[in-house]
Antibody, heavy 119, light 108 residues
Framework: EVQLVESGGGLVQPGGSLRLSCAASGFTFSSYDMHWVRQATGKGLEWVSAIGTAGDPYYPGSVKGRFTISRENAKNSLYLQMNSLRAGDTAVYYC?????????????WGQGTLVTVSS | DIQMTQSPSSVSASVGDRVTITCRASQGISSWLAWYQQKPGKAPKLLIYAASSLQSGVPSRFSGSGSGTDFTLTISSLQPEDFATYYCQQANSFPLLTFGPGTKVDIK
């Protein structure tokens, strides 16, 4: 059974840093592109970053230069280092797997971890 | 960047109704479109990929169509468990993704 379990969320002050982790199991982690997607309370889904199987990272303009995605295949783990956090980064952060042969769709999501940026 | 819009933003419907949700991309994305269902407090669930392919385990009352810039998600006969928010997502510039703003389906 595919499982994605996020951790590392919490309360952080504006300008602070936080590192999210995602533990993957039930599939060959190294063979899949992975994503982070976030959702502010009562709002829609926002793509935050992606990493390819070769470790190549991708970001939207809203987080580029502040967030860093990485993976450790030997530990079946995905990470998101978040620096210079702002109130607008407050959201539930989901770890997600890009489905194979699914034209870029996400087939598995974690349960999410809440990040709150506030003084 | 590709922008996604959805209409309507919300719809009230009854059990058994046919519901259609529209998604539009700001530029052509071929068939690189997915649809998700999300219930409160839960992660999204993949319904449709490649614009019209039904994800394994998803009931056949869900269907998708379209290509280029205009897409639709249809629920042929709304069931009680279908009341949720639905999102489209483009992957034409994969792995860069963009989600639509969502359509909430609630009980009339």
């Amino acid at each position: 059974e595919v499982q994605l379990v996020e951790s590392g969320g919490g309360l952080v002050q504006p300008g602070g840093s936080l590192r999210l982790s995602c533990a993957a199991s039930g599939f060959t982690f190294s063979s899949y592109d992975m994503h982070w997607v976030r959702q502010a309370t009562g709002k829609g889904l926002e793509w935050v970053s992606a990493i390819g199987t070769a470790g190549d990272p991708y970001y939207p303009g809203s987080v580029k230069g502040r967030f860093t995605i990485s993976r450790e295949n030997a530990k079946n783990s995905l990470y998101l280092q978040m620096n210079s956090l702002r109130a607008g980064d407050t959201a539930v952060y989901y770890c997600a797997r890009a489905g194979p042969q699914l034209a870029g769709a996400i087939d598995y999501w974690g349960q999410g971890t809440l990040v709150t940026v506030s003084s | 960047d590709i922008q996604m819009t959805q209409s309507p933003s919300s719809v009230s419907a009854s059990v058994g109704d046919r519901v259609t949700i529209t998604c539009r991309a700001s530029q052509g994305i071929s068939s690189w479109l997915a649809w998700y269902q999300q219930k409160p407090g839960k992660a999204p669930k993949l319904l449709i990929y490649a614009a019209s392919s039904l994800q394994s385990g998803v009931p056949s009352r869900f269907s998708g169509s379209g290509s280029g810039t205009d897409f639709t998600l249809t629920i042929s006969s709304l069931q009680p468990e279908d009341f949720a928010t639905y999102y489209c997502q483009q992957a034409n510039s994969f792995p860069l993704l963009t989600f639509g703003p969502g359509t909430k389906v609630d009980i009339k």
